[in-house]
T-cell receptor, first 115, second 119 residues
Framework: AQKITQTQPGMFVQEKEAVTLDCTYDTSDPSYGLFWYKQPSSGEMIFLIYQGSYDQQNATEGRYSLNFQKARKSANLVISASQLGDSAMYFCAMRGDTGFQKLVFGTGTRLLVSP | DTAVSQTPKYLVTQMGNDKSIKCEQNLGHDTMYWYKQDSKKFLKIMFSYNNKELIINETVPNRFSPKSPDKAHLNLHINSLELGDSAVYFC??????????????????FGPGTRLTVL
């Protein structure tokens, strides 16, 4: 079974600063994928970034980067140069060898970006 | 062009009623999913279909019945609605289905969600 833990229910950051959202995972699967999704107040789920467990490099997508530490089973999302539009819920999710492609989600972190 | 669409966006109904939510994807994906997001924002998989075949059924009450008439559509029918069914239901799709997660991101694209309120 897979489990995702997001210990930060809420985070605050000032505009233009960087912020790290924490995610730890637990799985016995030898290979797996880790995802981050953004859910703004409008409700849709937006895919941000993906990291495969065998990827040698940490994933980056524009202002998003994933700090993947396999030994620590952590996959933290780093948002650089925060913008007001980054205010949203952020979900970490995992897909394992078992489970037929289903995503297992964490409880989410609400990020608030202030001017 | 909407990639994954759901209708209706809002659904308010009385306990005991039967209702359906429709989902369509125009991405040419093989696999579709239903997720439920509860009032605490927790998202959980309910069902998954690959090419019209059910591959995930996550201990969901029998009152919930998914139907996939073709690989672009996955509908969710709910019988005898209960108060606890109130939630946001998301449809999603992904390109391929495979046992291996090491197949690239194969990310899931989500629909806008259907907010179901049972009174």
């Amino acid at each position: 079974a897979q489990k995702i833990t997001q210990t930060q229910p809420g985070m605050f950051v000032q505009e233009k600063e960087a912020v790290t959202l924490d995610c730890t995972y637990d799985t016995s699967d030898p290979s797996y994928g880790l995802f981050w999704y953004k859910q703004p107040s409008s409700g849709e789920m937006i895919f941000l970034i993906y990291q495969g467990s065998y990827d040698q490099q940490n994933a980056t997508e524009g202002r998003y980067s994933l700090n993947f530490q396999k030994a620590r089973k952590s996959a933290n999302l780093v948002i650089s140069a925060s913008q007001l539009g980054d205010s949203a819920m952020y979900f970490c999710a995992m897909r394992g060898d078992t489970g037929f492609q289903k995503l297992v989600f964490g409880t989410g972190t609400r990020l608030l970006v202030s001017p | 062009d909407t990639a994954v669409s759901q209708t209706p966006k809002y659904l308010v109904t009385q306990m005991g009623n039967d209702k359906s939510i429709k989902c369509e994807q125009n991405l040419g994906h093989d696999t579709m999913y239903w997720y439920k997001q509860d009032s605490k924002k927790f998202l959980k998989i309910m069902f998954s279909y690959n090419n019209k075949e059910l591959i995930i059924n996550e201990t969901v009450p029998n009152r919930f019945s998914p139907k996939s008439p073709d690989k672009a559509h996955l509908n969710l029918h709910i019988n005898s609605l209960e108060l606890g069914d109130s939630a946001v239901y998301f449809c999603a799709s992904s390109q391929v289905w495979s046992h291996s997660p090491q197949m690239g991101s194969n990310e899931q694209f989500f629909g806008p969600g259907t907010r179901l309120t049972v009174l």
